[in-house]
């Protein structure tokens, strides 16, 4: 869970990656014009690996969290953006005032769709501060989950969080994948394109 919430320091490792191997192929003068263009596709792989692993690493699209009360909930989906009817992993954290994870706790959740409650998750008691469970959302777009944490209000009552999922349709992913396809596509036309002639010049200088 923690993977999930926080990776800061993933990413300022990959932009030092990047960055001083950038720095060390510009401060190299090469005649060749061969090398030139090797040197172009060098330059594609340490820009696109460090890229690929910060958007793994990067804070999940359907993850929220809500402070009501003394309790703070954390909610979390696996695929990051579910695909419409198939079966996904939704994660709950549970902490208290001072962040840290609760010991039990009994939490419910109702499933609302265009204002209409689509479905429900009965009550449940659970040891520690997390749970998991899986489910799958039949219908496209935005749901609200309305999560309920029992024995949580001062008068012992129960407090709501309230949540958005979104579902992507699946063929959502082959237009995510051609415009990351034709950007990239572009960018090494750019670079097989100048990079040479930003060498040539830093040579004759």
């Known amino acids: 869970m923690q993977a999930i919430f926080g990776n800061l320091n993933l990413k300022l490792l990959s932009i030092s990656i990047r960055k001083f191997f950038l720095q060390y192929i510009i401060s190299k ?3 060749d014009e061969l090398k030139k263009r ?10 696109l690996i460090p890229s690929f692993s910060e958007a793994s690493a990067h804070s999940m699209f359907n993850s929220a969290e809500s402070f009501i009360g003394d309790y703070r909930v954390q909610i979390a989906t696996l695929p ?9 992993q ?4 549970v902490t208290d005032v001072d962040f840290e994870e609760v010991k039990r706790f009994t939490m419910g959740i109702r499933i609302f769709y265009d204002d209409i409650q689509l479905d429900a998750i009965r009550p449940q008691s ?3 501060g997390h749970w998991e469970t899986e489910y799958v959302l039949d219908k496209p777009g935005n749901h609200i989950f309305k999560v309920d944490l029992y024995d949580a209000a001062k008068d012992g009552g129960i407090i709501t969080y309230t949540f ?3 579902t992507q349709n699946p063929f959502g992913y082959i237009f995510i994948f051609s415009i990351a396809a034709g950007s990239i596509g572009f960018a090494v036309v ?3 394109i100048y990079i040479p002639r930003i060498l040539k010049s830093r040579t004759k200088a």
């Open 190 to 192: 750019l670079a097989y």
């Open 164 to 166: 958005n999922i979104s």
């Open 38 to 47: 090797k040197l172009v596709f060098v330059f594609l792989i340490l820009f």
């Open 80 to 88: 990051e953006i579910p695909v419409t009817g198939e079966p996904m």
């Open 90 to 93: 939704i994660l709950f954290r």
């Open 126 to 128: 659970h040891e520690g």
């Open 29 to 31: 003068s090469l005649k």
